[in-house]
């Protein structure tokens, strides 16, 4: 069964801390995202990554960066964390052939900034 | 202009009824356009594909895709409480796009028994 793991589902942070949201997958698959969620804008694309330590931006990289040094895994970083931040964060992941018609979501991790 | 547009909710309907949802996107080179189903708190799921224009039907699910309106629906027939969620339609954009989706901000279904 394909799997997304995000390992934080829930996590406080003070603004100013670097905040660190990891995700693995077990599908061997080539693309990854990290979108975020909030209410009444949908998901939002902050960075996406199609090969070990590729990374592209999406529409809403600011304020974020990306680590990819493994094909597993891939990691949403926060460099100093704000309020504004406060959001739902989905990891996904696809296969290199964009003809499969679908992408896989973690859990999501919940992050809330103080 | 948002890229994909979704009609504003939240939408309520009764137990029984058709449910219409519906998107429209701004790129005409989408190849590929995705309806997902989010319940409250979980990760979308995927209830539809469709690439071609046309009708696409799925149990109680038909997918229309219109590329010259540049118009994507989702009627869910018989709709039911465990139908109540978000809906979100995703649009993968032409040309080389790594797989990556485009989202539209999500319609709140609420069926009401």
């Known amino acids: 069964d394909v799997k997304v793991t995000q390992s934080s589902r829930y996590l406080v942070k003070r603004t100013g801390e670097k905040v660190f949201l990891e995700c693995v997958q077990d599908m061997d698959h080539e693309n990854m995202f990290w979108y975020r969620q909030d209410p009444g804008l949908g998901l939002r694309l902050i960075y996406f990554?199609?090969?070990?330590?590729?990374?592209e931006k999406g529409d809403i990289p600011e304020g974020y960066s990306v680590s990819r040094e493994k094909k597993e895994r891939f990691s949403l970083i926060l460099e100093s964390a704000s309020t504004n931040q406060t959001s739902m964060y989905l990891c996904a992941s696809s296969p290199l052939w964009q003809g499969v018609n679908t992408i896989y979501f973690g859990e999501g991790s919940w992050l809330t900034v103080v | 202009q948002k890229e994909v547009e979704q009609n504003s909710g939240p939408l309520s309907v009764p137990e029984g009824a058709i449910a219409s949802l519906n998107c429209t996107y701004s790129?005409?080179?989408?190849?590929?356009f995705f309806w997902y189903r989010q319940y409250s708190g979980k990760s979308p799921e995927l209830i539809m594909s469709i690439y071609s224009n046309g009708d696409k039907e799925d149990g109680r699910f038909t997918a229309q895709l219109n590329k010259a309106s540049q118009y994507v629906s989702l009627l869910i027939r018989d709709s039911q409480p465990s139908d109540s969620a978000t809906y979100l339609c995703?649009?993968?954009?032409?040309?080389?796009?790594?797989?990556?989706?485009?989202f539209g901000q999500g319609t709140i279904l609420t069926v009401h028994p």
């Open positions: 990554s199609y090969d070990v330590k590729m990374k």
């Open positions: 790129d005409r080179g989408s190849q590929s």
């Open positions: 995703a649009v993968r954009p032409g040309g080389t796009s790594y797989g990556k989706l485009t």
